[in-house]
């Protein structure tokens, strides 16, 4: 018996049961005029006009092509998102907070491992119910990160009870903007947003969202032209139990696979699996067409699956196992020539035995995410610390004590240490300094509006 697909005519109402899939229909909603509109009515911060507000103001206007492509990613998702701060009652302005998070790109990764269009680090994503498994991470997921970004802000707010000191404890951690309240208190000086002494990143951070509602507010002014959203859902719902490949997912909704996986981003490999029930996001008007589709069909929709690295296995004879070179099946598990891949450590391996055409278009299969839980070795260089090390990694000291419990004391030159992390290193170890709770991507080459140093190009 065939899993049963559900369609929800949008991500709030209830599914429509797809058992006849002649009877799926999706009727694409009446544009009610234009988002743009909505959101400025439903501004409700107070303004803020200060030499950081104008320089970030004055940075989008020197780049139109950043802005357009920036606002084109949003219109996907916008609608979700001013939804869900309208039923909140938090005033539309923290809607286009991913503008200045991720430029609404859903596959930001920064340095600091924080991911998504609302940049959440490993640990606060998990706090507000995002899942990160082997198979996918919700950090990426446009409905659960959305959801888990405005719980976080909620709680934010009711503990500070102004926005622009939640949004600089979204950015710079709760815990932070605790002590710098405190230290203020101490000394008997004021405790609002502007008073505070704060990290140069976070003290533009409010001023670039402040910027960016002043563009909305009137694009005009400031040389930019931003097209017209529909004031109508752009997306909806279907929930299957089947699993399928990414490409047959978007093959089925006759959509391009990039376009598939703007919506979808949440997928590590190129498989939707890894839960009892996955939640697929279509354009409206693609939603019933798909369903009916994957009703109807009786086809092997899986080639690839998990497999587990047996004690005394090696990769050429995995590779051997499941017809692939063993330099293909190192590329699609992100494998370097020269890594040590440990017992029990997940692969990728095709579902059945590829044949040579097969076999040959693998090593370039195109996955969503850098394979996580890459193990390497880092060899102790003269006066490294544990804490230096974690930093370079991002990780933390605990984990590099759980991977190498004979680590007691003081490191030694030379010292061999494992390291399971899917993050690059980030230059040189460092032997102080703090690591923050929850880094931003810091608008992802905003052209460091307010001194923060971009973390990476937008695309």
């Known amino acids: 018996m065939l899993a049963r697909a559900v369609v929800a005519p949008s991500v709030d109402e209830p599914a429509v049961s797809a058992e006849d899939p002649s009877a799926i229909t999706v009727p694409l909603p009446p544009a009610n005029g234009n988002l743009w509109e909505r959101i400025r009515a439903g501004f409700g911060m107070p303004d803020l006009d200060t030499p950081e507000v104008r320089k970030a103001a004055d940075w989008y206007a020197a780049n139109p092509e950043y802005v357009a492509r920036m606002v084109e990613r949003s219109r996907r998702y916008l609608y979700y998102i001013v939804g869900q701060v309208e039923k909140r009652g938090m005033p539309t302005e923290i809607a286009l907070l991913p503008m200045i998070e991720s430029a609404f790109n859903p596959m930001a990764y920064s340095k600091s491992r924080a991911s998504g269009i609302w940049q959440f680090m490993p640990s606060t994503g998990k706090i507000y119910g995002m899942q990160q498994t082997w198979w996918f991470d919700e950090r990426r997921d446009i409905v659960a990160a959305t959801d888990g970004a405005l719980d976080y802000l909620e709680k934010l707010y009711q503990e500070f009870g102004d926005w622009r000191l939640a949004l600089a404890a979204y ?24 008073s505070l002494k704060m990290p140069a990143e976070t003290r533009g951070y409010v001023p670039k969202l402040q910027a960016i509602e002043n563009i909305v507010r009137d694009p005009k002014a400031y040389g930019l032209k931003f097209a017209d959203i529909p004031d109508a859902p752009y997306f909806s719902v279907v929930r299957t139990s089947r699993k399928m490949d990414v490409k047959i997912a978007a093959e089925l909704a006759d959509m391009p696979l990039e376009e598939f996986l703007s919506l979808n981003p949440q997928h590590n490999r190129p498989v939707i699996a890894g839960a009892d029930e996955a939640s697929i996001l279509l354009p409206y008007d693609k939603a019933g067409l798909f369903a009916a589709k994957l009703e109807l069909s009786d086809q092997p929709m899986v080639t690839w699956q998990a497999y587990k690295l047996k004690t005394g296995e090696t990769l050429q004879q995995v590779a051997t196992r499941f017809g692939l070179p063993l330099e293909t099946l190192r590329a699609v598990n992100g494998i370097g020539a020269r890594a040590v891949v440990p017992v029990n450590h997940t692969l990728l391996v095709p579902s059945q035995l590829p044949s040579s055409a097969t076999a040959a278009t693998l090593q370039s299969a195109v996955f969503t995410t850098v394979p996580e839980g890459r193990t390497f070795y880092h060899r102790v260089r003269n006066s490294e610390t544990l804490y230096g090390i974690a930093a370079r990694y991002h990780v933390s000291v605990q984990e590099l004590k759980t991977w190498n419990p004979d680590v007691k004391g003081k490191l030694m030159r030379g010292q061999r240490l494992r390291v399971i992390s899917d993050a690059a290193p980030s230059g040189k170890s460092r032997h102080g300094g703090k690591s923050r709770k929850r880094a931003t991507a810091a608008a992802l080459g905003s052209g460091k509006p307010a001194g923060a140093k971009a973390l990476a190009a937008p695309r």
């Open 171 to 194: 950015n710079w951690g709760e815990g932070s903007v605790r002590r710098a309240i405190a230290a203020n208190a101490k000394r008997k000086l004021p405790t609002d947003y502007l």
